[in-house]
């Protein structure tokens, strides 16, 4: 990748830099808002860059105004770089996190976290075809529960939810 | 004494094409929206002469030759421009407003050889009237605020034909589709 690399503003989870979830489920699945699957826990969505770049927000699209979340992001072995801390949702729309200028190395996992307090909290998120969750297995995505707060140091597990929320990182630039 | 020729070298994103849609990698976008892909159909305008707007990025110099959009079904009586801007919203090209042919048909129109040098752009349409249908690429989740999570921007600003400068376009407000629309490139220039 040369340098001077321009690169669009703003990507998402769903992107070439995050789970290719088109390429594990062949229907597609669907994009569109949903309910938490379970208060309190927190999804974690693997993203990778092939060169190093610098990050200065993550996003979400909360679809109602429903209860608490905490917006996140780790990295590669775990530790917190940004945490919002729990927040009242209050309305629908994108909520976001500023990150002060993360620099995320190449080809290292950074994990975008997401979790909300209520099962009627509503966000963008993509489900599985037929919400079958082994669709979301070859992904990388990873849960934790009792999550809300995020903690201090994620500990992720296989997850067992069909979806995967919808999260946008905004990159001030590639080096 | 033979000439050694070089091979050219050009740095592009991968499976950049010459016509580049929204789906395309250069759209920013295209990582959300490849995912509700199967939300599209058909969609009037929602107000007369209202523009929408969608970013893309280049990396390397590309000339643009012809710009595009794919008519809906039915009536074809609404006029249709297209055009790219800056990031600073001044124009660099656009169609000028043409009357709409071909119904459920891809619609190309010439326009001035026009180099984009690498950065930011958007690809903005705007409609004359609000009767034909619009082949809708994708449809917003519910809201147009959803729409603006996918940084699809709009205006309440009339905008037929595009103007130079635009009134700088906001997050989307009004409209809940995304029109096929593309834009036809060379790469003139070595990167």
């Known amino acids: 990748m040369p340098k001077n690399y321009k690169v669009p503003e703003y990507v998402w989870n769903t992107s070439i830099f995050g789970p290719d979830v088109l390429a594990v489920d062949a229907g597609g699945g669907a994009l569109g808002n949903g309910v938490?699957?379970?208060?309190?826990?927190?999804?974690?969505?693997?993203?990778?860059?092939?060169?190093?770049?610098?990050?200065?927000?993550?996003?979400?699209?909360?679809?109602?105004?429903?209860?608490?979340?905490?917006?996140?992001?780790?990295?590669?072995?775990?530790?917190?770089?940004?945490?919002?801390?729990?927040?009242?949702?209050?309305?629908?729309?994108?909520?976001?996190?500023?990150?002060?200028?993360?620099?995320?190395?190449?080809?290292?996992?950074?994990?975008?976290?997401?979790?909300?307090?209520?099962?009627?909290?509503?966000?963008?998120r993509w489900l599985a075809s037929g919400s079958d969750a082994r669709f979301v297995l070859p992904t990388g995505v990873m849960m934790e529960t009792s999550a809300l707060p995020l903690p201090s140091a994620m500990t992720g597990v296989t997850p067992v939810d069909a979806l995967i929320p919808i999260m946008r990182l905004q990159v001030a630039g590639w080096t | 004494m033979a000439i050694k020729t070089l091979p050219r070298r050009r740095v592009e994103l991968p499976g950049a094409a010459d016509i580049i849609t929204p789906v395309d990698a250069e759209f920013g976008s295209s990582g959300l929206l490849r995912v509700g892909r199967a939300t599209g159909g058909i969609s009037t305008w929602p107000t007369t002469k209202k523009p929408i707007g969608v970013p893309f990025y280049l990396n390397v110099p590309r000339t643009v030759y012809k710009l595009g959009w794919r008519n809906g079904s039915g009536t074809m009586t609404d006029s249709f421009d297209l055009g790219v801007y800056d990031a600073a919203w001044n124009r660099k090209v656009a169609g000028g407003g043409t009357a709409r042919s071909g119904a459920s048909a891809w619609q190309w129109v010439d326009t001035a050889d026009t180099l984009l040098i690498p950065g930011k752009y958007w690809l903005v349409a705007a409609n004359l009237g609000v009767t034909a249908n619009n082949s809708s690429a994708y449809s917003a989740v519910g809201s147009a605020a959803a729409w603006a999570f996918a940084t699809i921007f709009d205006s309440t600003t009339d905008s037929y034909p595009l103007p130079d400068p635009l009134s700088a376009l906001t997050a989307a407000a009004t409209f809940l589709f995304l029109p096929v629309m593309g834009i036809a490139l060379r790469s003139d220039a070595i990167g």
Not at chain 1, 65 to 78: E, M, Q, R
């Open chain 1, 36 to 124: 938490w699957p379970t208060a309190n826990k927190a999804l974690y969505i693997p993203v990778r860059f092939p060169v190093s770049v610098t990050l200065t927000e993550i996003a979400f699209f909360a679809a109602n105004g429903t209860g608490n979340y905490d917006l996140g992001l780790y990295d590669d072995t775990y530790q917190p770089i940004a945490r919002s801390g729990s927040t009242a949702m209050t309305a629908a729309g994108t909520k976001t996190l500023a990150i002060s200028s993360y620099r995320a190395k190449a080809a290292t996992n950074y994990w975008c976290a997401l979790a909300l307090s209520s099962t009627s909290g509503q966000v963008l």
